[in-house]
Every structure is written in structure tokens, then in C-alpha cells.
């Protein structure tokens, strides 16, 4: 057997298989089962990166034809460089969460049998590579489904709660509907690349050949996008993520968000850029403004929420739509022949891709430490973890700078090289253009400054301050193996952060083979010090010497204050008269984010009130304040409710037809067989 890439990543979709059919020997002895199975989870998670990063470094390409399948039909899987960059991403933060699984799995041990939990973890890892490594439509889509399906079990992995049974209830639908749109979508380009004669042109190979029509061209790309946006949580397909997201575990959370949305990021690249080929610039424009409303729509009703985990979900809308901007102004840059620019956009779009699966796993591992700690997803019960959890909440800092795009870590990189395309827009020749794209540049400065808010909010509330639940719990720091799996996380938003040179070198083959130019030749004119994305003229950045600015910084400013004895003056706090600080007397999540709910509260479906129970002898001095608040989703109002009710109509309508008398039944057959006999002549 020769040795390639391909070779390497597919033993590692049969490792991972092999993992699920051990599970019958050892599902009586639950630990070992999840020992076992997470350890060969991350071996092919290992196998999975060495595949990827050679596909892409070395710029290869493999095929191969697996004669399974229909007949006729055979599965044909292939590598490429954007395949290997996506393998790479799933492989890597795969490789951090089953190390963190081996720990937080077993929190599960003696509550509930975690069997299930542990056959659906490896099919969904395999399902994700194997939607990367398709190569037709038909694998393609086999794949989708078990990755769907896999995540579906994994949502309802806690079945007895009514909120597990309606999340995943909700995410299948909305799963569905996207599937059944990308298949219309490659059913066009299939019966188009070689007629409904033949079957041949299902696979990729053919339709990168074809040469389509505009207008069909332009069926099949909006039917893709939507079906792959449904996928990622794009506003406004967007609500099924807040709510499946948070009541999965949090490892499957962590890979629902770090990477399962990012295969559909890869479907809406893959058919763009490489299916379809050339394209008019306003595809780009409708993959830019849904980027944008994406991003600053997610980050308001992130800064809503008091669910943790639920906070983390949206602001994953939030950076699906920052990596949609960076792609949409690649592919208008590309229409209008400008590849330089073009290839600007689509890194930016990439690297973000990269950035976020670590940072937000980072992040989505760190609230699981805490909910294995306290049991608790409310951040007005939590405050003062930093006390008990200094490894998670140092851990959990770093995932907020780096989603903050704050240097020197890896979420500033890739934001900033968005700016950069945002910036060169004058050159495009449309006045239209120049005047809009500006204005979105505007909105991810929002968006970015929204952010920080949130993550001040999200780290401030849980871990500073004091405890603000009624009850204390025996709050214990994640254990080890957690521990490994969330610094190995923030290692890669560092190192991505401080040397982006290298890796910008390492995926630059790209947009080479995408678009037919790379920026290595602007971006490392000055070596792996300097990121120069276009020209130093225009901009650079030097990850490594901002990091060595800040370190030294921070190292003055700790000898000022602790080598001179009495620099520092320790006082009590002012506690404005009273007699000590109380958890009453702290921010808690909801007064944080009331400023924006006062100014942005138009978005929302608000409803806000306030009771003083019972009243006192003086109406200035009520016994007890009750304040009640719900932030609502507008969408469901404005477009799924509606959807819901017409269901339930129609529903109660066709019901009517069951009648439950021989009769009417006759007399429907009767009916039918008029009808037929009509339409049959």
C-alpha cells in the first residue's frame, strides 16, 4: 500500500470505526470503554492531522474509487489542499477534546451509562472526515447524513429533559431542509454536466469540468448556499444552534461548534470556488451581507444571554459571519478579476475558520469544566471561580482575548487580515461597492467592540466577584486529562496568534489552486517576523514582536509594583456604608448587558417588569424587589412562529379527512380512482 495522504486520513476514518465496533466488548465496563475509545479517538485524530498538513503543505492531491456504494455508483474520495486544511482543523481540535473527554466523560460514570455517548462521538468524527473527503455527491451526501444523524443522538444524549428532546427535534428539522437543498443543488449541476441520460456526472471530477449556464449556475449556488447556511447557523437559519449547542455535552458542544459548522464552510467554498468556478459579484455580495448580519446579530443576542453555554452558541453565529465576510469579499474580489485581493479575502475567511475552531473549543471545554464543577450554566449563580478553578479560569481568559481579537493571540490575525480586504475595496471599479463595503467595515468594528463587552461580561461574572447562588457547591478544578485538552487549545490561539507568517505560508497553496495567485509573495517579503498581507506600505504586523512588547510591559510593571517595598497599598473595599460586601451587592449578567439591551432593544422581543412583594408601611422602602426579564429571539416571531402555526393548521385540517367510518373512506377511494381515470386518458 502506497503511503499518502489519502491513505493516512482514511485509516484514520477505519480507526475510528474500529473504535465503535469494540464498543460491544466493552460496554459492561464503562471506564474502560471510555479509556479505550477516546485514546483510539485521539490516535486518529493524530493520524487525521500528519494526513492533512502534508496534503497541504506538500500541495497534493490523491484519488481513490471505493466499489461500494450503488451499482455503478462507487464512492470516490480524493485530498486535496483545501481538503487537507478542513481535515487538519477537525483532526486538530478532535485531538484536544478526546484528550478532554477522558476526563470529563467519567463525570458521567455511575449517573448514566455513557454506551451511546461514546458510539455516536466516533461515528460523528468519522462523519465529518468522510463529508471532507468525498469526492461526489452521492458519498457526499451519505456522509452529511451520518454526521447529522450522529450529532442528533449526541444532543439527545440526556433524553429524559424535555429541553434535549426539542433542541435536537428542532436541529434535525433544520438539518433536513439544508440537506434536502444541497441535493437539489447537485442534482442541477449533476443532470447538467451530462444530461439525465447518464449518471456519470454526480461526481465532483465532472462537474469541476462542465462550463453551466448563468441562470443555473446561480439555481444551484443559492440552493447550496442555503442548505450549507442552515448548516452553519447563518441569521436567519441561525435558531436551532442557541438551543442544541447548550444541552449537549459539553465535548460534543465543543466540536459542534469548533468544526461541525465549518464543514459547512468547506460545502459553501468547495462548491463556489472549485464546482462552479466563475461567477457574477453579486453571489459575493449575498455572502457578505448575511456574513454581516450574521456577525452582529450573533453578538447582540449573545451579550442577552445568562446561559453560559448558550452565550457561546450565538457568539458562534457571530464568527461564522466574520469568516462569511472574509469569503464573500473574496468571491466579489474574483469577479472582478482581481486575484491578488481575492486571495486576501479567502485566507482571512480561513484563517478565521482555523482561529475559531480554537479559541471556541477552548472555550466550550472551559464552561464544561465549570458545569462538571458546579452543575450550574446560569452565570447569575456562579462568580468567585477563579478562587476554586485558577487553571480553567486562566485557560478560559485566553479563549477571551483570543475571541475578543485581541493581541497577541490568534483571533486578532485573522480579523485584522479582514480589515485588511475591507480596506482595499476602493479598487473595486463598482461605486456601489465602494460605498458599501465601507459601511461593513464599520459593522465588524461593532462587531469586535461587542464582543470584548461580552467576554468582559462572560469572565468577569463567572469567575471575579463572589459566589452568587444561594448555595455554595464543593466546586473541585478539572482534572488532568480536561486540563490537557484546554491547554494544548490555548497553545495553538497563541501560537497562531504570534507566528501567522508560517502558517499563512503553509495553507497560501489555497487560494493558488483556487483562485490562481497567492499572498506568500507580499506577506512574507520581510521573513516570519513580519506579516505584510499586501504591501509594508499599506500594513504589517509582527505577532512576535507585540508579543514581546506586551511581556515586557507586563514584566516593568510587576518590578515597579512588588521589587520596591510599600509600592503597593492594600486597604479594605469602599462598600458605600454598609457593613460588608454581599453577592447582592455585584454585577451580575443581566444589569451587564442592560446598557446595549437599552440601545440595540429594538432587535429583541423584550418583556420587562418589576413588582415590589410584599409592599412595606412606605412605598420608598419595599420588603422585596421582584424584577423579571425575557430576551427573546425576533425571528421566531418574525418568520418561524408563523411557519409553526400555518404547520399546525394545515395539520388540523388533513386530520379532518380521518374520519373513522368505513364510509368516507370509500368514498375518498371513489374519489381518487374519478380522479385518476380523469388524468389518465
Same mark, same amino acid.
Given at each position: 500500500?502506497?503511503?499518502t495522504?489519502?491513505?493516512?486520513?482514511?485509516?484514520?476514518?477505519?480507526?475510528?470505526?474500529?473504535?465503535?465496533m469494540?464498543?460491544?466488548?466493552?460496554?459492561?465496563?464503562?471506564?474502560?470503554?471510555?479509556?479505550?475509545?477516546?485514546?483510539l479517538?485521539? =490516535?486518529?485524530?493524530?493520524?487525521?492531522?500528519?494526513?492533512?498538513?502534508?496534503?497541504?503543505?506538500?500541495?497534493?492531491?490523491?484519488?481513490?474509487?471505493?466499489?461500494?456504494?450503488?451499482?455503478?455508483?462507487?464512492?470516490?474520495?480524493?485530498?486535496?489542499?483545501?481538503?487537507?486544511?478542513?481535515?487538519?482543523v477537525?483532526?486538530?481540535?478532535?485531538?484536544?477534546?478526546?484528550?478532554?473527554?477522558?476526563g470529563?466523560?467519567?463525570?458521567?460514570?455511575? #449517573?448514566?451509562?455513557?454506551?451511546?455517548?461514546?458510539?455516536?462521538?466516533?461515528?460523528? %468524527?468519522?462523519?465529518?472526515?468522510?463529508?471532507?473527503?468525498?469526492?461526489?455527491?452521492?458519498?457526499? %451526501?451519505? /456522509?452529511?447524513?451520518?454526521? =447529522?444523524?450522529?450529532?442528533?443522538?449526541?444532543?439527545?444524549?440526556?433524553?429524559?429533559?424535555?429541553?434535549n428532546?426539542?433542541?435536537?427535534?428542532?436541529?434535525?428539522?433544520?438539518?433536513?431542509?439544508?440537506?434536502?437543498?444541497?441535493?437539489?443543488?447537485?442534482?442541477?449541476?449533476?443532470?447538467?454536466t451530462? *444530461?439525465?441520460?447518464?449518471?456519470?456526472?454526480?461526481?465532483?471530477?465532472?462537474?469541476?469540468?462542465?462550463?453551466?449556464?448563468?441562470?443555473?449556475?446561480?439555481?444551484?449556488?443559492?440552493?447550496?448556499?442555503? *442548505?450549507?447556511?442552515?448548516?452553519?447557523?447563518?441569521?436567519?437559519?441561525?435558531? &436551532?444552534?442557541?438551543?442544541?449547542?447548550?444541552?449537549?455535552?459539553?465535548?460534543?458542544?465543543?466540536?459542534?461548534?469548533?468544526?461541525?459548522?465549518?464543514?459547512?464552510?468547506?460545502?459553501?467554498?468547495?462548491?463556489?470556488?472549485?464546482l462552479?468556478?466563475?461567477?457574477?459579484?453579486?453571489?459575493?455580495a449575498?455572502?457578505?451581507?448575511?456574513?454581516?448580519?450574521?456577525?452582529?446579530?450573533?453578538?447582540?443576542?449573545?451579550?442577552?444571554?445568562?446561559? %453560559?453555554?448558550?452565550?457561546l452558541?450565538?457568539?458562534s453565529?457571530?464568527?461564522?459571519?466574520?469568516?462569511?465576510? *472574509?469569503?464573500?469579499?473574496?468571491?466579489?474580489?474574483?469577479?472582478?478579476?482581481?486575484?491578488?485581493?481575492? /486571495?486576501l479575502?479567502?485566507?482571512a *475567511?480561513?484563517?478565521?475558520?482555523?482561529n475559531?475552531?480554537?479559541?471556541?473549543?477552548?472555550?466550550?471545554?472551559?464552561?464544561?469544566?465549570?458545569?462538571h464543577?458546579?452543575?450550574?450554566?446560569n452565570?447569575?449563580?456562579?462568580?468567585?471561580?477563579?478562587?476554586?478553578?485558577?487553571?480553567?479560569?486562566?485557560?478560559?481568559?485566553?479563549?477571551?482575548?483570543?475571541?475578543?481579537?485581541?493581541?497577541?493571540?490568534?483571533?486578532?490575525?485573522s480579523?485584522?487580515?479582514?480589515?485588511?480586504?475591507?480596506?482595499?475595496?476602493p479598487?473595486?471599479?463598482?461605486?456601489?461597492?465602494k460605498l458599501?463595503?465601507?459601511?461593513?467595515?464599520?459593522?465588524?468594528?461593532?462587531?469586535?467592540?461587542?464582543?470584548?463587552?461580552c467576554?468582559?461580561k462572560?469572565?468577569?461574572?463567572?469567575?471575579?466577584?463572589h459566589?452568587?447562588?444561594?448555595?455554595?457547591?464543593?466546586?473541585?478544578?478539572?482534572?488532568?486529562?480536561?486540563?490537557?485538552?484546554?491547554?494544548?487549545?490555548?497553545?495553538?490561539?497563541?501560537?497562531?496568534?504570534?507566528?501567522?507568517?508560517?502558517?499563512?505560508d503553509?495553507m497560501?497553496?489555497?487560494?493558488?489552486?483556487?483562485?490562481?495567485?497567492?499572498?506568500?509573495?507580499?506577506?512574507?517579503?520581510?521573513? &516570519?517576523?513580519?506579516?505584510?498581507?499586501?504591501?509594508?506600505? #499599506?500594513?504589517?504586523?509582527?505577532?512576535?514582536?507585540?508579543?514581546?512588547?506586551?511581556?515586557?510591559?507586563?514584566?516593568?510593571?510587576?518590578?515597579?509594583?512588588?521589587?520596591?517595598?510599600?509600592?503597593?497599598?492594600?486597604?479594605?473595599? &469602599?462598600?458605600?456604608?454598609?457593613? #460588608?460586601?454581599?453577592?447582592?451587592m455585584?454585577?451580575?449578567?443581566?444589569?451587564?448587558?442592560?446598557?446595549?439591551?437599552?440601545?440595540?432593544?429594538?432587535?429583541?422581543?423584550?418583556?420587562? +417588569?418589576?413588582?415590589?412583594?410584599?409592599?412595606?408601611?412606605?412605598k420608598?422602602?419595599?420588603?422585596?424587589?421582584?424584577?423579571?426579564?425575557?430576551?427573546?429571539?425576533?425571528?421566531?416571531?418574525?418568520?418561524?412562529?408563523?411557519?409553526?402555526?400555518?404547520?399546525?393548521?394545515?395539520?388540523?385540517?388533513?386530520? #379532518?379527512? +380521518?374520519?373513522?367510518?368505513?364510509? /368516507?373512506?370509500?368514498?375518498y377511494?371513489?374519489?381518487?380512482?374519478?380522479?385518476?381515470?380523469?388524468f389518465?386518458?
Amino acid at each position: 500500500m502506497i503511503i499518502t495522504p489519502l491513505a493516512i486520513v482514511s485509516l484514520s476514518v477505519l480507526l475510528l470505526f474500529l473504535s465503535v465496533m469494540l464498543v460491544p466488548l466493552l460496554k459492561n465496563n464503562q471506564r474502560l470503554l471510555i479509556s479505550t475509545s477516546f485514546t483510539l479517538a485521539s =490516535a486518529a485524530s493524530l493520524l487525521g492531522i500528519t494526513g492533512g498538513v502534508w496534503a497541504v503543505g506538500g500541495a497534493i492531491t490523491n484519488k481513490m474509487i471505493l466499489p461500494v456504494g450503488l451499482p455503478d455508483l462507487p464512492f470516490h474520495l480524493r485530498t486535496d489542499p483545501l481538503a487537507g486544511f478542513f481535515i487538519t482543523v477537525i483532526c486538530l481540535l478532535s485531538l484536544f477534546v478526546s484528550m478532554y473527554s477522558l476526563g470529563y466523560i467519567k463525570g458521567y460514570l455511575g #449517573r448514566r451509562p455513557v454506551t451511546s455517548l461514546v458510539v455516536f462521538y466516533n461515528i460523528f %468524527l468519522a462523519g465529518m472526515l468522510m463529508v471532507v473527503l468525498a469526492d461526489d455527491a452521492l458519498f457526499f %451526501l451519505i /456522509a452529511w447524513e451520518v454526521m =447529522a444523524a450522529a450529532s442528533y443522538f449526541l444532543v439527545m444524549f440526556e433524553d429524559e429533559r424535555i429541553e434535549n428532546r426539542r433542541a435536537a427535534f428542532l436541529y434535525i428539522i433544520v438539518a433536513h431542509v439544508g440537506a434536502i437543498a444541497i441535493l437539489l443543488s447537485f442534482g442541477i449541476m449533476a443532470g447538467l454536466t451530462t *444530461g439525465f441520460e447518464s449518471f456519470s456526472g454526480y461526481t465532483f471530477d465532472a462537474m469541476r469540468q462542465a462550463e453551466f449556464p448563468l441562470k443555473w449556475a446561480t439555481a444551484a449556488f443559492l440552493l447550496a448556499f442555503f *442548505g450549507f447556511a442552515a448548516k452553519a447557523g447563518v441569521v436567519p437559519l441561525h435558531v &436551532w444552534l442557541p438551543e442544541a449547542h447548550p444541552v449537549a455535552p459539553s465535548n460534543v458542544s465543543a466540536l459542534m461548534s469548533g468544526v461541525m459548522l465549518k464543514t459547512a464552510i468547506y460545502g459553501i467554498v468547495r462548491v463556489s470556488f472549485d464546482l462552479l468556478g466563475t461567477y457574477p459579484w453579486w453571489w459575493g455580495a449575498i455572502v457578505l451581507i448575511l456574513g454581516l448580519i450574521s456577525a452582529v446579530m450573533g453578538v447582540l443576542y449573545a451579550l442577552m444571554q445568562h446561559d %453560559l453555554k448558550r452565550l457561546l452558541a450565538y457568539h458562534s453565529v457571530e464568527n461564522i459571519g466574520i469568516i462569511l465576510i *472574509g469569503i464573500g469579499l473574496s468571491m466579489i474580489f474574483t469577479s472582478f478579476n482581481m486575484p491578488m485581493l481575492a /486571495a486576501l479575502g479567502l485566507i482571512a *475567511g480561513l484563517y478565521h475558520t482555523m482561529n475559531h475552531a480554537m479559541f471556541k473549543g477552548l472555550l466550550f471545554m472551559g464552561a464544561g469544566a465549570v458545569l462538571h464543577a458546579t452543575k450550574e450554566r446560569n452565570m447569575e449563580e456562579m462568580g468567585g471561580l477563579i478562587h476554586r478553578m485558577p487553571w480553567t479560569a486562566a485557560l478560559f481568559l485566553i479563549g477571551c482575548v483570543s475571541i475578543s481579537a485581541l493581541p497577541p493571540f490568534n483571533g486578532f490575525v485573522s480579523e485584522w487580515l479582514t480589515f485588511q480586504a475591507f480596506l482595499l475595496s476602493p479598487a473595486l471599479p463598482s461605486p456601489l461597492l465602494k460605498l458599501l463595503v465601507p459601511l461593513g467595515a464599520a459593522l465588524l468594528a461593532l462587531t469586535g467592540a461587542l464582543a470584548a463587552a461580552c467576554f468582559v461580561k462572560a469572565f468577569g461574572v463567572t469567575f471575579l466577584g463572589h459566589w452568587r447562588g444561594h448555595h455554595m457547591p464543593r466546586v473541585h478544578e478539572a482534572d488532568w486529562f480536561m486540563r490537557s485538552g484546554m491547554i494544548l487549545a490555548a497553545l495553538t490561539c497563541f501560537l497562531l496568534g504570534v507566528l501567522p507568517t508560517l502558517f499563512i505560508d503553509w495553507m497560501d497553496i489555497i487560494p493558488q489552486q483556487l483562485i490562481g495567485t497567492k499572498i506568500g509573495a507580499s506577506s512574507g517579503t520581510y521573513g &516570519w517576523l513580519w506579516l505584510t498581507p499586501v504591501a509594508q506600505q #499599506r500594513a504589517s504586523y509582527s505577532g512576535p514582536i507585540v508579543f514581546v512588547g506586551i511581556l515586557l510591559v507586563v514584566v516593568a510593571a510587576y518590578l515597579i509594583l512588588h521589587v520596591k517595598p510599600g509600592a503597593i497599598h492594600r486597604v479594605p473595599i &469602599w462598600d458605600c456604608g454598609f457593613g #460588608r460586601l454581599n453577592q447582592r451587592m455585584q454585577y451580575n449578567a443581566t444589569s451587564f448587558s442592560m446598557p446595549i439591551r437599552r440601545i440595540f432593544g429594538f432587535l429583541f422581543s423584550i418583556r420587562e +417588569q418589576v413588582r415590589l412583594t410584599p409592599r412595606g408601611v412606605y412605598k420608598a422602602f419595599p420588603k422585596r424587589l421582584n424584577y423579571y426579564l425575557r430576551v427573546r429571539d425576533r425571528f421566531w416571531g418574525w418568520l418561524y412562529n408563523p411557519v409553526i402555526e400555518f404547520s399546525f393548521w394545515v395539520s388540523r385540517m388533513v386530520g #379532518r379527512l +380521518q374520519q373513522g367510518r368505513i364510509q /368516507a373512506y370509500l368514498i375518498y377511494s371513489f374519489i381518487t380512482i374519478i380522479v385518476l381515470l380523469v388524468f389518465s386518458r
